[in-house]
Each structure stands twice: as C-alpha cells, then as structure tokens.
C-alpha cells in the first residue's frame, strides 16, 4: 500500500488525544473511510468536531468496546478496514485506582484485534503499546530489546497485549506492527482526571495555580510531540514487510519533568513558586528512546523541538479557555 488515500480505516480510541489527530491527519490525506471506535471514557465529542466539520460524512463513530469482539466484528462488516490502528485505553494514572480494569482493558482490546486479524475481517494492524512496558531505564538509551518490566498495571497491560499480539503473528502470519511511543503531548491531551505534567501544567498556570512537581523532579522522559507520532504511524501503516516488528518513537532525548515545567513557565511568564509533592509511587525514573529502528525505516521521527511543542500547547489550551 503506497498511501492511505482511497483505503478505509478503523481507528480504536479515536476520540482520544492521539487518535483524534491521527483522525484528522486520515481524513486531510484523503483515506475514504474512517470509523473510530470509542467508549467515550476519555474521549470527547469535540476532539472530532474539526473532523466532523470537514469530513462528515467520510467519519463513523461507534460508541463501542473495542474488546467486545461481537460489537468489533460487526463494525468490520460495516466498515470493511484495510487497516486498523489501536489506540484505545485507559490512562496509565487510572492503574491506581483500577489496576484490574487497567490491565484488562488493554488485554481485551488486543484479544479482539487478534481474532478478528486471524478471521481475516481486519487485514492489517498498528497496534500502540507504551514505552511504559520498559519500566524504569536499565541502559540508556533504550531500544526494544529493553526488557519489558512494567511497574504499573497498565503497563503490564499493554506489554501482555504486545506478547499476545506477537504471538498470533508467530501462529497465523497476521499482519501487525507495534510501536512503542514515549511521551506524547500536544493539543488535546487531557487535562482533567488522570492528566499528565504537561496539560496539567498547563492548566494550572491557566487557572493561576502554581504549578506542582512529584519527587525531586529529576526523572526524566522522552517527549514527542502528537503530530510527530501520528505522521510516523501513518507512515508505517503503508510499508510492507515490517508486521511482527516493534518500534520506538520518541526524540532521543531525555528531559528533565523539572525542565519541562520551567520551560512552560518560561512560556507563560511566570516567575512564581513551584510546588513539591511527594513522588509517585511506580514512576519511571527514567526514559530516553533509541529510535534508530524507527528512523531507518521513516527518516527523523520527532522534528518537533521541545519549546515549539509546548508553545503550541499552551496556545492550544489558552485558547480552549479563551485566556
Ligand atoms: N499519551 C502518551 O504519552 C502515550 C505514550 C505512549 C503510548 N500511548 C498510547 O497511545 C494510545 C493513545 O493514547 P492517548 O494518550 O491518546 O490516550 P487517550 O486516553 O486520550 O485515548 C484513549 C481513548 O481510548 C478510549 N477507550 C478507553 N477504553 C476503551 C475501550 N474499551 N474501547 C474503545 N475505546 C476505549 C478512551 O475513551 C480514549 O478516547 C494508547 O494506546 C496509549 O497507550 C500514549
């Protein structure tokens, strides 16, 4: 497949943040068909307003579990996807409130997916597992043959979902490619419950509260802005001969949780106080991407810089407030 114009595309979990841009980026690129799959449990009705606005009636939604295999096989006799991309999940911070339903969710998704590429109603899958799997870094940079060693249950969701899905690939020749992002951000992320540090940054300094850091600040991750991730992946959707690989996306390089809230202060010109909360328990101390694999196959992965993104992010969030 040379692009993704003219196919037809499922996308679970396209409601999300990342989906819904990898939604927009389908859409403007010409693909025929896109139905998402979304039980709305972090997803928002207006993540899809531009879709909607633009590309009406190219656009599906289906308020469906995409673990339900029933409900995921008659949206395939629907829609007949070429490819399919598997976003959906629950936030990493709800493992702490639900680690059961945590692990399951992305253990369920995986299984239907599975079945439905074995029964031959999807034909190809980009699957998005987390560098959450990897756990804490063992060696610097990390690349996917990082042992998998999950500290939360999502993560141990996902990297079963992984194991699962490569699994089928070694029993019944499916076609799926894994990719493992690092830290994404960008417009859209959510910034209520269970929010990362950069919407919730963002939405504090909005609101006019100081801005919190968990733990001495010192972990790290590698940040990669939305729309790099999702060009990457549509990306990898049209090669061939890459199903049963996995593959980092990240910048390759590590960054400080105390240097991303300075740089959003920076952003915003504030000189205030920054508040101490105790660490997380479970968190990554740190993270750093070796996308070599990625590049080799895509070219720069992450041509956003840092500070660009995060612009773009608070003007996105400032101007959702109208600030
Ligand atoms: N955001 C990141 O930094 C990051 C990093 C690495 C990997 N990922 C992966 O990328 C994908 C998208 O992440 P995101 O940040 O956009 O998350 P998100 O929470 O914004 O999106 C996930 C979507 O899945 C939906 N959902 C939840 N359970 C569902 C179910 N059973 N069936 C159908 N839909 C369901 C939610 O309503 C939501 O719209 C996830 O698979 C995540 O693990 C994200």
Redesign the pocket.
Known sequence: MSDLSGARILV??G?????SHLVDALLAGGSESVAV???????REENLGAARERHGDALTVYR????DLGAMTAVCQAERPDVAF??????LLYSFFHPVGAFQ?NVS?ATALAELLRSGALRRLVH?????VYGSARQISMNEEHPLLAETSYAAG?AAADLLLMSYVNMYAIDVVTV??????GPR??DGAFA?IVPLTIRRLLEGSPPVVEGDGLQTRDFIYVQDTVAAIVALATLDGVSGQTLNLGSGRETAINEVVETLCDITGYAGEIERAPARVADVRRHRADVGRAEGLLGPVAPTGLRDGLERTYAWHAAAVGA
């Open positions: 679970t979990g409601a999300g943040f990342i989906g799959v979304d039980t709305f449990f972090l997803g469906e579990d995409a673990g598997n976003l959906a999940t629950k936030a969710v998704i998005l597992s987390t560098s959450e996902k493992r992002p690092f830290n994404n951000y992320q959510n990362a």
